[in-house]
């Protein structure tokens, strides 16, 4: 993690809706694409997808893509990689 990197939360303690609100809300402060990363401890951060770990690289998003779509393919890709990865999500928990 660079100080570039901006922390998201945690799947495991977090709803999945809040982390995806705060990965957007980074993504379009930038005009580039982002890359959306989840540590082996469920963490969810926003990098440069050039500088990111490739084995927690979930997925390089373009904040061209707007609000809406952002959110979608974010929240997809999260639930889809907790699930691969045996992470331990919060609505698995409850």
Request: aromatic content about 6%; overall charge negative.
């Amino acid at each position: 993690m660079s100080t570039n990197d901006h922390q998201c939360g945690s799947l495991a303690r977090l709803p999945l809706a809040t982390v995806v609100d705060r990965a957007v809300h980074f993504i379009l402060d930038y005009q580039s694409p982002r890359a959306i990363c989840v540590d082996p401890v469920s963490r969810v951060s926003v990098e440069f997808p050039d500088t990111c770990c490739e084995f927690d690289l979930v997925g390089v998003y373009d904040p061209a893509l707007g609000i809406l779509e952002l959110s979608r393919r974010i929240a997809e890709d999260l639930e889809f990689e907790a699930a691969q990865r045996g992470l331990q999500t919060m609505r698995r928990a409850a």
